[in-house]
């Protein structure tokens, strides 16, 4: 467990590089997102490297791989505080991200999650008193009061079923979506539970299909959702999927096939369309490779906590952390300003629409 891979960027290592890491699911059913989050931190340390490094250092990167479960984050984390690691990007489960975020913080470890949006990862951390947890993303009492809120309007008078996987993430965006959509007039048909891994979920969508259920909500990752909206097709189930920002990879569309067609998701406005990531957006597609989902998080990530590395002078954690909240960071996202829990005050929520194949942010689709 815990495997980590090393490599350095722009120069051969030495005892003055600087060591960070990108930490996520580089294996395991949600390895498309660790992709991602690799791919974020690679180019983000070969371009600052270019320009010379941090404080006058080169930056070397090591990847760790949590497969989204918690026990293997706390490994991951321990093994980069044993190899004194500067920094580190992610993790992408707010699972993984919240057990690590401690080992982080007792080891004086800046972290910055390019995904993890359950509201407890931050809200702990600065209850407990701790100074190194930050986001490039949004929370997800954001996330879910925005389709809450849409859901009450859009279906008022309808069936709605809330399916949650248990994880933190999935249970933590249903519950707070549930809360809005409640408070805004609209009380579900069903609220059911799904385990992560499942396969099979004929006996689900018999019972929402008997429930005459018009739309599902989804709080979990994109390969239990694109098989619910695959296998509810196949039963005759026409309920709309609507769900959050972890269907936001083009692997649903392979789980789903045509079956994809309309669903809905949550997510920040599309950051490959920011005027700050042209250039880097531009380099990424020379590679082949579309930046999507949380690419552009990480490497923001990155961005920031170079930014305040340079503006201290310093890679003391109490330092840093009081350079990045409460302040602002111009990065590929654009700006992020930051509160004094380390969370990004200003991000922001819109809907999308799968659409052969494709995802489309939809415009002025508000709640």
């Not at 972290?111 to 701790?130: C, M, V, W, Y």
């Not at 994880?167 to 007039?185: H, I, P, Q, R, V």
């Not at 239990?224 to 769900?243: C, F, K, P, T, W």
Request: hydrophobic content about 40%; charged content about 20%.
């Amino acid at each position: 467990a815990g495997a980590l891979a090393a490599a350095s960027f722009g120069a051969p290592a030495g005892a003055q590089d600087i060591t960070i890491a990108a930490a996520g699911p580089m294996t395991g059913q949600y390895a498309a997102f660790g992709m991602q989050l690799r791919r974020g931190a690679e180019m983000a340390v070969a371009d600052i490297n270019a320009r010379g490094g941090v404080l006058g250092r080169k930056l070397k990167l090591e990847i760790g791989d949590d497969a989204c479960d918690p026990k293997q984050a706390v490994a991951v984390a321990n093994q980069l505080a044993t190899r004194k690691v500067a920094f580190v990007a992610g993790h992408f489960c707010s699972s993984s991200s919240i057990p690590a975020s401690q080992i982080y913080n007792e080891s004086g470890i800046v972290q910055i999650t390019p995904a993890s949006t359950n509201p407890r990862l931050t809200d702990e951390a600065a209850a407990k008193g701790g100074n190194n947890v930050f986001r490039t993303c949004g929370r997800d009492d954001a996330q879910g009061t925005v389709a809450g809120q849409w859901l009450a309007k859009n279906y008022k008078g309808k069936k709605v079923a809330i399916v949650h996987d248990k994880s933190t993430y999935g249970k933590g965006l249903a519950d707070e979506t549930k809360k809005a959509m409640n408070a805004a007039g609209l009380t579900e048909a069903m609220y059911e539970a799904i385990t992560q891994g499942d396969k099979d979920f004929t006996a689900l969508i018999s019972k929402m299909k008997a429930a005459g259920i018009d739309v599902i909500y989804h709080g979990g990752y994109h390969t239990e959702g694109g098989l619910i909206v695959r296998q509810a097709r196949e039963q005759g189930l026409r309920a709309v999927l609507v769900s959050g920002d972890a269907l936001v990879d083009n692997e649903f569309w392979k789980i789903t096939g045509p079956a994809g067609q309309g669903t809905i998701m949550t997510f920040a406005p599309d950051p490959r369309k920011a005027p700050n990531a042209k250039s880097v957006v531009d380099r990424f597609r020379a590679q082949g490779y579309d930046p999507e989902g949380y690419t552009l998080y990480t490497y923001a990530a990155i961005q920031v906590w170079a930014a305040a590395a340079e503006k201290t002078k310093s890679l003391d954690v109490g330092k840093l952390s009081a350079a990045i909240k409460g302040n602002k960071f111009t990065t590929v996202l654009g700006d992020l300003q930051y509160d004094r829990k380390g969370d990004v005050s200003n991000a922001k929520y819109v809907f999308y629409i799968w659409d052969n194949g494709e995802y489309r942010e939809i415009p002025n689709m508000g709640s």
